[in-house]
């Protein structure tokens, strides 16, 4: 059974940055695609940003695009999301998500609230 645990996440000033993190355990980490996504209230979940294996392959959303980059350490089995330039509309619940490239069996951590405000 997979388990995500997020951290990182906290209240940043606009403009302000966070990194936070995603610690994959329970099964064969370089066997699934890891991705962010984040839901702010009265909104629907939305996809952040997305790593395949190798970590060379990323997509993100367009309202993220130059300001977040996400990574993965294949030997920690971690992921990671770099937020920089944090605006307020950035302020949501952040979720890890996992999906398999064999059998897409899929997993969701436990979110990290992000709060961008002064």
């Known amino acids: 059974q997979v388990h995500l645990v997020e951290s990182g996440g906290g209240l940043v000033q606009p403009g302000g940055s966070l990194r936070l993190s995603c610690t994959f355990s329970?099964?064969?980490?370089?066997?699934?695609?890891m991705s962010w996504y984040r839901q702010a209230p009265g909104k629907e979940r939305e996809l952040v940003a997305a790593?395949?294996?190798?970590?060379?392959?990323?997509n993100y959303a367009d309202s993220v695009k130059g300001r977040f980059t996400i990574s993965r350490d294949n030997v920690y089995q971690q992921v990671y999301l770099q937020m920089n330039s944090l605006k307020p509309e950035d302020t949501a619940v952040y979720y890890c998500y996992a999906i398999s490239y064999y059998d897409r069996q899929d997993y969701w951590g436990q979110g990290t609230q992000v709060t961008v405000s002064s």
């Open positions: 790593v395949h294996n190798g970590g060379i392959s990323t």
């Open positions: 329970g099964s064969t980490f370089s066997s699934y695609a």
